[in-house]
T-cell receptor, first 111, second 113 residues
């Protein structure tokens, strides 16, 4: 059974800092891994999708890496802004038609 | 291009009642999945529908049932509501098993009183 853990659970940083969010998964046999952003009470917005054959993906100030052998993924956010404040969720797609989510990292970026 | 659309946005029901939530997938997607997200937790997989059949099911009781229509839209039904069913219900659409990722809707907030 796939299990996903996200560290830290919460993070508070001043505007402009670079930061790293961590995601670990127990079963390395994944199809892909997807990072999402969730604003309070809202749905999930997809940020980045990394296929199992890829090592990293970039979109603007976001960069996600994947190391299947160690069961880890990181989301790097450069030059953080107050608008980045949200909960960030990672989800592992191990096939069997399901995504397994971590509990998320709640990020607060202060002006 | 419309993404995933869910209705209603919010819903308040009484314990013991039944509820139906609706989802229209992103254009071009043929698979619909449903997730339950309790406060402070990650989403939990309920079930997935493909070609109008339930393809996979998570650890949820039979009170949770669903349906997929020929136009790929889907419904989630919950019978005999319990207080613990209060949550954000998320619909996600994809192609096949999510090879190209999943797209989520804005969710339906269900409150059982």
């Amino acid at each position: 059974k796939q299990e996903v853990t996200q560290i830290p659970a919460a993070l508070s940083v001043p505007e402009g800092e670079n930061l790293v969010l961590n995601c670990s998964f127990t079963d390395s046999a994944i199809y892909n891994l997807q990072w999402f952003r969730q604003d309070p009470g809202k749905g999930l917005t997809s940020l980045l999708l990394i296929q199992s054959s890829q090592r990293e993906q970039t979109s603007g100030r976001l960069n996600a890496s994947l190391d299947k052998s160690s069961g880890r993924s990181t989301l790097y956010i450069a030059a953080s802004q107050p608008g980045d404040s949200a909960t960030y969720l990672c989800a592992a797609n191990s096939g069997y038609s399901t995504l397994t989510f971590g509990k998320g990292t709640m990020l607060l970026v202060s002006p | 291009d419309a993404g995933v659309t869910q209705s209603p946005t919010h819903l308040i029901k009484t314990r013991g009642q039944q509820v139906t939530l609706r989802c229209s997938p992103k254009s071009g997607h043929d698979t619909v999945s449903w997730y339950q997200q309790a406060l402070g937790q990650g989403p939990q997989f309920i079930f997935q529908y493909y070609e109008e059949e339930e393809r996979q099911r998570g650890n949820f009781p039979d009170r949770f049932s669903g349906h997929q229509f020929p136009n790929y839209s889907s419904e989630l039904n919950v019978n005999a509501l319990l207080l613990g069913d209060s949550a954000l219900y998320l619909c996600a659409s994809s192609l096949w098993e999510g090879t190209y990722g999943y797209t989520f809707g804005s969710g339906t907030r269900l409150t059982v009183v």
